[in-house]
């Protein structure tokens, strides 16, 4: 996963330095959400580190995969201009709660940095179902790719076998 976003990264700061910069996109990586939540206790300190810049609630969007109980991959996605997180789970289990313990960072997030503060929204949104019990992981990434590019992540198609494996390859060869 944490290879991907690197990946996600890298393409991202090549797009933004051209001649028509892309959105602002910033991508955590997995351990972004068991810093701020750890054993089930939120700690905004512990996650502090990861934003030391204000830039991080102005961009269009902020990816976080996180792996719930080491056993299933999801993804959280803040939309800081509609103050807005969505959960994309392939099973229907991300906690909400998940998403509350986000938006209380963002909201202690905002007065750090100066930003107004508002109340934020966690919102579970429609996405493929998981075919079997071992790809999850798939999902989180896919979802990033097809979103950074400005496409839709309902109704993407193919096997999740020839996903996984376009990852893989994407993950050996070093780009996307």
């Keep these: 996963m944490n290879g991907y976003v690197k990946l996600l990264r890298v393409r991202q700061l090549r797009l933004s330095t051209g001649i028509d910069p892309k959105p602002h996109y ?11 939540v750890n054993k089930g206790k939120y700690d905004y300190s512990a996650a502090q580190r990861w934003t030391p810049k204000e830039g991080v609630l102005k961009a269009m969007k902020i990816f976080i ?24 789970d392939s099973l229907g289990v991300g906690s909400l709660i998940m998403g509350k313990h986000v938006a209380r960072w963002a909201r202690e997030e905002a007065a750090v940095h100066g930003l107004p503060v508002r109340e934020w929204s966690v919102v579970r949104m429609a996405c493929r179902k998981q075919e079997n019990s071992n790809e999850c992981g798939v999902f989180p990434c896919r979802y ?9 992540v309902v109704g993407w198609g193919g096997r999740l076998e020839y996903h996984g494996r376009r ?6 060869r070093g780009s996307l």
């Design 26 to 36: 910033i991508f955590f990586n997995s351990f972004f959400y068991e810093s701020l």
């Design 144 to 152: 990033m790719e097809l979103m950074s590019r400005g496409e839709a």
């Design 65 to 88: 995969p996180v792996n719930m109980t080491l056993t299933h991959w999801f993804l959280m996605v803040v939309v800081p201009a509609e103050a807005r997180f969505e959960l994309y």
């Design 167 to 172: 990852i893989a390859a994407e993950l050996l």
